[in-house]
Structure formats: structure tokens, C-alpha cells
């Protein structure tokens, strides 16, 4: 149990820097296709540890309709609305109201997962939302007047933390979540390029994107998928 906590703490700390190499990368690659890439090298490098074992029971229909919304919500809606969010406002803002993301597990995990909620927790997360909102608008709402430039990427990183239930235990329900994140990013991605958003593949770019889609995406998961198995999911939220 300590070492998947300390699995959890390391990982956190590394994906801590994925807000500033996110808004790097932003710089030279366009929002949507920074998110499809993320999808498609993270699940190229998670195919190879993902193959099927003859004892794994076949997924139902029910099963495959929960992996297409883990994808399609958990991954494309994310990642998107995470890389539009820090193109918008700042990666200080991001870092902070990702804090959304821990709370909807926790919220979330009693209705899905089974698990109890207490008291203590429920708290802890009121004060954890009040606290980033007031440190992200610089104090009260309405009185910064140059809240409004970063609040429309702000709410776009709130969002971000809906799909956050969709995190699932095993590799290959990943690998699978992750192409179905891809294909609904395609037609997005397509539109980005038709409207002239390309990609400027400097040295900086290439890296923040292998980074980001190697080491947060791929190595992430497998770390959370790992210690999930361990940690209850509220008590692992503490570390997102």
C-alpha cells in the first residue's frame, strides 16, 4: 500500500510539469492536434503492454459502450478542453483548477465505484474548490478587472475535470479508451487544419509533444492503473 502511495506522489509530481509543457508546445502545435497526438503515441506505446491474455473474459456490449464514453469523454473532451483552456489563460490558472479533477473523482466515486465518502473528504473538497477559485480570479469575482481575458480558458479547464470518472483500472480498457479518444478528436483535428492551423515542428515542439504523450499519457497510466488496484479511488483523487 505505501509503495503505491508513493507511486501516486511521484506520478503527481511529474504531471505537475505538464501544464508548463503543455503551454510551451501550445506555442507551435495547434490545441486538437496536440491532443490527438497525446492519443495516438500514448496508445502506440501502450499496445505493445496491453495484449490480451487467453483468461481475460470478453467484454460485454455494456462494456464496450463504457469504454467508448471513457474515450470520448474521459480522453477527447479532456485533452481538448484542457489544451483550448491553456491556450486561453495561463499554465499557473491550469495547474490550479485541476484541482477539479480530485473532487469530481471523489464525488463521483460513490455512485460508480461503491465507494464511501466521508465526512472529512466532502469538506476537504468544498475548501480545495473555494480556495483555487479565489487565488484564479485573483481575489473576488467581478472585482479583478482582468479576470475576464483568462476566465474563458479558466472554465474550459473546469470542464476538463467531468470526464475524470472514466479512469479505468486495466491497460488494454485504456489502450482502447485512448482510440476512441483519437477518432473523435479526427474530424476536429481535420477542421483545425483546414482552417490553416498547422504545426511548427521545432525542436521544442517535438519534445513537449513526446513528453506529453510518452511520459503524462502513457507512463501516467500505467503508474494510476497500478496503484488503483491498491488505493481507493477517493484516497487516490488526493494525488491527481
Known sequence: ?????????????????????????????????LAILRLVIGALVLAP???????????????????????????????????????????????LLIVVEPVSLMLMSPLF???RLTRREGVGAALAIAGTVLVVVNGIP??????????????????????????????????RSLLWGAATLLPLALAEWATGARPVW???AIAGTLYLSVVITALGYLVWNWALRLVPAPKAAIFL
Open 113 to 115: 465505484l461503491g465507494e
Open 142 to 175: 467581478g472585482v479583478t478587472a482582468a479576470l475576464a481575458p483568462h476566465w474563458r480558458g479558466n472554465s474550459l479547464l473546469v470542464l476538463a475535470g467531468v470526464g475524470v470518472f472514466a479512469r479505468h483500472a486495466a491497460t488494454g480498457v485504456t489502450l
Open 49 to 95: 503492454l496491453a495484449r490480451p491474455r487467453p483468461s481475460d473474459p470478453a467484454l460485454s456490449r455494456n462494456d464496450r459502450r463504457a469504454i467508448a464514453w471513457m474515450g470520448i469523454l474521459g480522453f477527447a473532451a479532456a485533452y481538448a478542453f484542457s489544451n483550448w483552456g491553456i491556450a486561453s489563460s495561463t499554465a499557473t490558472n491550469a495547474a
Open 1 to 33: 500500500m505505501r509503495r503505491a502511495y508513493l507511486a501516486l506522489f511521484g506520478a503527481n509530481v511529474v504531471y505537475a510539469t505538464s501544464y508548463v509543457v503543455a503551454r510551451v508546445t501550445l506555442d507551435s502545435v495547434p490545441p486538437t492536434t
Open 202 to 204: 521545432t525542436a521544442t
